[in-house]
T-cell receptor, first 115, second 107 residues
Framework: EAGVVQSPRYKIIEKKQPVAFWCNPI?????LYWYRQNLGQGPELLIR????????DSQLPKDRFSAERLKGVDSTLKIQPAELGDSAVYLC?????????????FGQGTRLTVV | ELKVEQNPLFLSMQEGKNYTIYCNYS?????LYWYRQDPGKSLESLFV?????AVKQEGRLMASLDTKARLSTLHITAAVHDLSATYFC???????FGTGTRLKVLA
């Protein structure tokens, strides 16, 4: 089966500019996660979707970050405006509720550099 | 405070040796995950531990879960260079990841 697809792989923007990341989860996976990973640290959950509903966005900085998952499939994460501290790798993952343990599969990530 | 702590943070070991990585979590978690991450790469799922006493093994890696002690272990048997990577554990409460253990296996 095809894996989780993210784009772009790399993005360099100037601070105060907007940026968007796209994620296509594995077909049939109803749960989608967005994580942010800073260098040398573990990923931090930003938002988790069950189908099209955001069930946990408590760690999403809502003043500048937004996300959507239309029709419960693809998802977009947006930052506007970007700040220097937003430089990180943004990871998307998906899992299937009916799969034992809800094992998550991760995309290759988008490496964001804000200059 | 919600915490998932791993130790050691760094581990350098000789090929052929055994070692254990520990993952302590502060809040009840109904599942515990272990992942591997190679430098510059994404995360690869290794194990899903579903219940107290669960043990999973794959090759030279074995993971276990003690929910009463809120402790999971990842045991490495007869390490080989290819196991060099960063290993993370993750609980399901807020899906918090551990601090990571950077493993380097020396030939």
């Amino acid at each position: 089966e095809a894996g989780v697809v993210q784009s772009p792989r790399y993005k360099i923007i100037e601070k105060k500019q907007p940026v968007a990341f796209w994620c296509n989860p594995i077909s049939g996976h109803n749960t989608l996660y967005w994580y942010r990973q800073n260098l040398g640290q573990g990923p931090e959950l930003l938002i988790r979707y069950e189908n099209e509903e955001a069930v946990d966005d408590s760690q999403l900085p809502k003043d500048r970050f937004s996300a959507e998952r239309l029709k419960g499939v693809d998802s977009t994460l947006k930052i506007q405006p970007a700040e220097l501290g937003d430089s990180a790798v943004y990871l998307c993952a998906s899992s299937a509720r009916q799969r034992e343990g809800r094992q998550a599969f991760f995309g290759q990530g988008t490496r964001l550099t804000v200059v | 405070e919600l915490k998932v702590e791993q130790n050691p943070l760094f581990l350098s070991m000789q090929e052929g040796k055994n070692y254990t990585i520990y993952c302590n979590y502060s809040t009840t978690s109904d599942r515990l995950y272990w992942y591997r991450q190679d430098p510059g790469k994404s995360l690869e799922s290794l194990f899903v531990l579903l219940s107290n006493g669960a043990v999973k093994q794959e090759g030279r890696l074995m993971a276990s879960l003690d929910t009463k002690a809120r402790l999971s272990t990842l045991h490495i048997t007869a390490a080989v260079h290819d196991l060099s990577a960063t290993y993370f554990c993750q609980g399901t409460y807020k899906y918090i990841f551990g601090t990571g253990t950077r493993l380097k296996v020396l030939a």
